[in-house]
C-alpha cells in the first residue's frame, strides 16, 4: 500500500510542477473517494483546499466531510479549509429557471454537481490550484456515475484507475476515519438522501467484477447476470461520458 500512495502522490507533485500550478483544490463530500483524493493531494507537501460546499446537506454527510477536513489540518500543514453553503445559490438558480426545469429531479441534481464544480474552478484559479477529481475506476470508466460537467469537470484524477475496494483499502491504510470508510457511498444530490447502490441496482464490488468479466456467460447465476445486464447497460447509456466529445470532421473539399 505504502508503494501504491507514493506513486501516486509522486504522479500528483509532477503533474502540478509540469502545469506550472501551486497545488489542489477538492470538494470533499464525507464520502471515501474525496477523502482519499485530499489525502494523497495533501501529502505531496503541495497547498492543498479542500472544501465543503453543501447544498441541503444531510447533517451526517457535513459531519464527516468536517471531521476528514479537520483531520487533514492536524496532519498536513500546507492544507488550507473551506465551506461555502450552495444552499443559496441553488434555490435563486432553480427559482430563476422555467416549469419543467426546476422541478425536472435528475436536471436540479446534476445542476447541484455542477454549481460545486463552478466554485472548485473559481476557488482553484484565484489560488493557483488544480482541481483534483475524485470518481473511481467504476465510475469513471466503467458505469459513467458522475455529473458531465459537474464531478466530471476536473484537471486531473489522481484515483481513476483504482476500484472501490481498492479505493477502501488504501484509504484504510492511510488512516483515514472507518466511518467515512464504511458510509453507504452516496452522490449527496438528492433530497431522499438516496444511496450510489440504489440508483444502479447493483454494489461496488459486484460492479467491479461485471467491468472485468469475460468468462462463459452460460454459466452464471441468475444474480451475476442481472448484475451484467446492470453494467452493460450503464455503460452503454453513459458511453458519451467516457469517450472526447464527438467532433464534425469537414472534409476539405467543402472549405475551400
Known amino acids: ?18 502545469a506550472q500550478q501551486s497545488g489542489f483544490v477538492v470538494g470533499i463530500s464525507g464520502g471515501v473517494d474525496s477523502a482519499l483524493t485530499s489525502t494523497l493531494c495533501a501529502k505531496t507537501g503541495l497547498k492543498t483546499i479542500v472544501l465543503s460546499m453543501p447544498i ?9 466531510a468536517r471531521k476528514h477536513m479537520d483531520w487533514l489540518c492536524e496532519h498536513f500543514s500546507n492544507v488550507e479549509r473551506l465551506e461555502i453553503d450552495l444552499t443559496p445559490v441553488f434555490l435563486s438558480l432553480k427559482s430563476s429557471l422555467p416549469g419543467g426545469t426546476s422541478d425536472h429531479d435528475l436536471s ?15 476557488v482553484g484559479q484565484a489560488h493557483g490550484c488544480l482541481v483534483a477529481g475524485t470518481g473511481n475506476k467504476v465510475e469513471d470508466f466503467g458505469v459513467g456515475f458522475y455529473t458531465k460537467y459537474g464531478d466530471g469537470g476536473v484537471d486531473l484524477s489522481p484515483i481513476a484507475d483504482l476500484s472501490k475496494t481498492e479505493v477502501w483499502k488504501l484509504s484504510e491504510y492511510l488512516g483515514i476515519a472507518p466511518e467515512i470508510i464504511s458510509a453507504k457511498p452516496t452522490d449527496g444530490l438528492w433530497a431522499d438522501d438516496r444511496k450510489d447502490e440504489d440508483q444502479l441496482g447493483a454494489s461496488y464490488p459486484e460492479l467491479e467484477w461485471a467491468m472485468s ?10 444474480r451475476q447476470n442481472e448484475v451484467l445486464a446492470i453494467y452493460r447497460r450503464f455503460n452503454k447509456l453513459n458511453r ?14 467543402l472549405k475551400t
Request: aromatic share 8%.
Open 56 to 64: 441541503h446537506q444531510e447533517a451526517d454527510h457535513l459531519f464527516r
Open 1 to 18: 500500500m505504502e508503494q501504491l500512495a507514493s506513486h501516486i502522490v509522486k504522479w500528483l507533485a509532477v503533474y502540478c510542477r509540469d
Open 213 to 222: 468479466f469475460q468468462g462463459d456467460e452460460n454459466s452464471l447465476s441468475p
Open 240 to 253: 458519451h461520458k467516457m469517450e472526447p466529445i464527438p467532433v464534425c470532421r469537414i472534409p476539405q473539399v
Open 108 to 122: 436540479m441534481a446534476n445542476t447541484r454537481s455542477r454549481l460545486r464544480m463552478t466554485t472548485l474552478y473559481a
